[in-house]
């Protein structure tokens, strides 16, 4: 979903024998190579998750966050030397979530104002926060010492939980006075995604309304312990 403006966002889905992945990426609009920028960070993601996700699986929680924006941040910095641009101009937002389906676990990475939520037995939760430079500006992969903003879970995945992602543009609709609206808090729980994409071409958004709705499949075999996910 985007405005007349073109889009800064990023939106992928990666499924393989090893990993199902989904990420979102949102290009600082101030910017000038933004939308790049948020391209690259998820194709990044997706490269490194579908080549090297036993690696990243097994190091310690505490250094795969900044582990992977230094990856990031690195291409991001080749591209722009290629170019001759500033890397500043390449920035954005990147959330994702990844399961890896030999170890049967899920990762979580959020840096920015983009939100993860689950959606599971026990309802909707939000499982990051928006994070903010000294300056109260949004946290961006190449925002100095962005590292130390980065939010990183790593839990056994339950099979059953689906997951959310939406950049800012998107999820700010869905609150009225800091809380979810109870209409779409029961769309949601119901697990009925599709009729967003309606919900926010009807509110007539001034930003980039992106997400990317993951759905357990819980039809696979009882024998298959790694659960799964299907993009939606």
């Not at 590292?147 to 059953?160: A, I, N, P, R, W």
Request: a negative charge.
């Amino acid at each position: 979903m985007q405005t007349d403006l073109p889009t800064q966002d990023c939106v992928l889905f990666e499924e393989n024998g090893h990993v199902a992945l989904a990420a979102v990426a949102d290009g600082v609009s101030s910017c000038k190579n933004a939308a790049e920028g948020a391209q690259i960070a998820c194709q990044t993601i997706k490269q490194i998750m579908t080549h090297e996700s036993d690696y990243y699986f097994s190091c310690k929680q505490d250094c795969v966050g900044s582990l992977l924006l230094n990856y990031v941040c690195r291409v991001l910095q080749s591209a722009a030397d290629d170019a001759g641009e500033d890397v500043m101009s390449y920035a954005s937002t990147l959330s994702f979530v990844c399961l890896h389906k030999k170890s049967g676990k899920m990762m979580v990475f959020s840096l920015g104002d983009s939100k993860v939520f689950s959606v599971g037995e026990t309802g909707i939760q939000c499982l990051t926060d928006s994070q903010a430079d000294e300056n109260n500006r949004c946290c961006a992969t190449v925002t100095q010492g962005a590292e130390k903003q980065v939010q990183l879970q790593v839990f056994v995945y339950d099979g059953q939980t689906d997951y959310l992602l939406m950049t800012d543009g998107a999820w700010r609709l869905l609150y009225t006075d800091c809380r979810l609206r109870k209409d779409l808090r029961e769309q949601i729980e119901k697990r009925n995604y599709r009729d967003l994409a309606s919900f926010f071409e009807n509110m007539k958004p001034t930003d980039d309304c992106s997400y990317i709705a993951l759905q357990s499949d819980r039809k696979r075999s009882e024998t298959d312990r790694s659960g799964g996910l299907q993009n939606e």
